[in-house]
């Protein structure tokens, strides 16, 4: 079993995302932030250094366990400005929904349900809002608000000339959630070897992959008009909405099933699969299929297969780990709720990495140092 790249691949370092040095700076942020946690909050509130590193933090008070985080789209509304000046479709309907996606996603890794998303548009320019593109947005951003059970509570529109480009809209959110009652906050403890890998997949490039994709849409002829296989172009590919998870995760905690962990895969691909800070290893003994945008991508990126893992999602947007036995009934409850998942692979004892077993592909732990 070869071991996948200690680096980014070459086009996704000419597309300007390096993870090596951005890791880097976030593990400098996070030294920093350690730091703090010697400050006494009011209230007898109590923040769990558990949840240092997960995708979201949890904090006790009254009684209450709650998550909240905050994320950002990234370069995928650049997508949808190129499709809209080539061809004049609308996508930010879509981006909308992504970006509330990203964050409530990430929210419910440790456990939380959504109450409250706040939304954060910073555009170059007052004349971005012109046309429909805000409106569709807007609506995005209120459906997946929807789908997630939560309350948009409200935001933040800066202008920012000179800083953000007049054409373009920098998208993020934040949002608090809580941790259901009787259930313990997933910020890794309770995996333990034997816990079952169910893998749930993704509708395509979610929020991770935008740069890539657009250093490779500039080296084809037609662009974001190119036709894939399918017929679809490859904008309106690039730019299928992302799943929410949220009402997946809320159904495995209500139906009662030991969930010990949830990991959202973004960036670094299935990397993330040992998101956990633990000592243990994740053997992947099946894969599911491959998005065709995602092949597209990797083709004309010349991408290896351990490149290719190690960077997209490659059609598994989520994973959930359970108790033995209890995979089936979880994937019987991501059919009811209309998506994919299939039982992918098993905790084990060993050093920290995960083995993509059907690609011959091995992830140390010093290949995911985000904490």
């Not at 920098?170 to 995996?191: K, T, W, Y």
């Not at 947007?317 to 991501?334: H, K, M």
Request: aromatic share 6%.
């Amino acid at each position: 079993m070869s071991d996948g790249p200690s680096t980014e691949s070459a086009a996704y370092r000419e597309a300007g995302v390096d993870y090596a040095t951005l890791d880097a700076a976030k593990r400098l942020a996070l030294a920093a932030a350690r730091s703090t946690s010697t400050i006494r909050l009011p209230h007898g509130a109590v923040f769990s250094e558990d949840s240092r590193g997960e995708p979201a933090q949890v904090i006790e008070v009254g009684g209450l366990r709650l998550g909240f985080v905050l994320e950002c789209l990234g370069t995928k509304s650049m997508l949808a400005r190129e499709i809209e000046e080539a061809s004049g479709q609308d996508h930010f309907a879509a981006i909308g929904y992504d970006t509330v996606a990203a964050v409530v996603n990430d929210l419910v890794c440790v456990g939380a349900l959504p109450l409250v998303v706040n939304a954060y548009f910073a555009t170059g320019s007052a004349g971005w809002y012109a046309g429909s593109r805000h409106a569709s947005l807007v609506e995005g951003w209120r459906r997946a608000c929807v789908d997630a059970g939560a309350v948009w509570g409200g935001g933040e529109s800066p202008t920012l000339s000179g800083l953000v480009a007049p054409d373009e809209v920098d998208l993020a959110g934040s949002a608090i959630g809580i941790v259901p009652e009787g259930r313990e906050p997933l910020c890794g403890a309770a995996l333990a070897p034997g816990d079952e890998i169910v893998l749930v997949a993704s509708s395509g490039l979610h929020a991770n992959g935008a740069s890539l994709a657009r250093q490779v849409a500039r080296h084809l002829p037609d662009r974001l008009e190119h036709r894939l296989a399918s017929g679809t172009s490859l904008g309106a590919a690039l730019l299928t909405p992302s799943h929410s998870y949220v009402a997946l995760v809320r159904a495995v905690l209500e139906d009662g099933l030991p969930l010990h962990y949830a990991s959202h895969i973004t960036g670094h691909g299935l990397r993330k699969v040992m998101r956990a800070q633990r000592e243990l290893t994740y053997r992947i003994e099946a894969l599911p299929e491959v998005p065709e945008v995602l092949g597209f991508l990797v083709e004309h990126a010349d991408l290896s297969p351990a490149e290719a893992y190690g960077t997209l999602n490659m059609g598994a947007g989520f994973a959930l780990y359970l108790a033995p036995g209890a995979a089936g009934r979880a994937v019987a409850l991501a059919a009811a709720h209309g998506l994919s998942a299939m039982r992918a692979g098993v905790v084990e004892a060993g050093p920290r990495q995960v083995l993509l077993e059907p690609l011959g592909v091995r992830f140390s732990g010093e290949q995911l140092e985000l904490a």
